[in-house]
């Protein structure tokens, strides 16, 4: 007697087919998931940073303001201070640090009666490091353009 449908092997290799890629997805949605929370860790603690940093500026800022001349350093943070000939006022300009690698710098122009905001924003710490790993064609030596004035004169030509 012939039977007929499907036997029970080659459900049992649908069924181990459908358990491996279940769990190659859930795999792989752990990987993406774990990725996405360090990412969101780090981000975090950059916002915690740079608020913590900003709120010690503005507490640096309101001791500039009320000091009758400007402090080297509040918080252990160190002001340096310039006079811009331009505009005839005294500057100065320090760093809060946000994390290892990024800094909050401000600067301001220091009036007797004032003090103008002239940055505030985040300035990286790190050492930017060029990669010139790939062989990147950096475009045509000169002797391949040639003159431009030839080129204009040999266009000229052609309107004759």
Do not use: H
């Not at 049992?12 to 752990?30: D, E, Q, R």
């Not at 916002?47 to 309101?62: K, P, R, S, T």
């Not at 290892?100 to 009036?111: C, F, G, I, N, P």
Request: aromatic share 10%.
């Amino acid at each position: 007697m012939k039977r007929s449908g499907i036997g029970v092997g080659s459900a049992s290799i649908v069924l181990v087919f459908a358990v491996l890629c279940l769990t190659v997805f859930s795999l792989i949605t752990l990987v993406v998931a774990r990725n996405d929370k360090n990412l969101i860790d780090a981000e975090a603690q950059l916002v915690i940073g740079y608020y913590e940093a900003d709120a010690l500026a503005e507490y640096i800022v309101a001791e500039i303001v009320r000091a009758d001349i400007i402090p080297g350093s509040v918080r252990d943070i160190d002001i340096v201070t310039d006079f811009d000939f331009g505009s005839g006022r005294e500057t100065a300009y320090f760093f809060c640090p946000i994390s290892d690698q990024k800094d909050l710098y401000v600067r301001l122009a220091v009036d007797e009666d004032s003090c103008d905001i002239l940055s505030w924003r985040m300035w990286d710490t790190d050492d930017w490091v060029v990669d010139d790993s790939l062989d990147v064609w950096q475009g045509p030596d000169d002797s391949e353009i040639g003159d431009p004035m030839d080129v204009w004169l040999e266009m000229d030509q052609w309107e004759d």
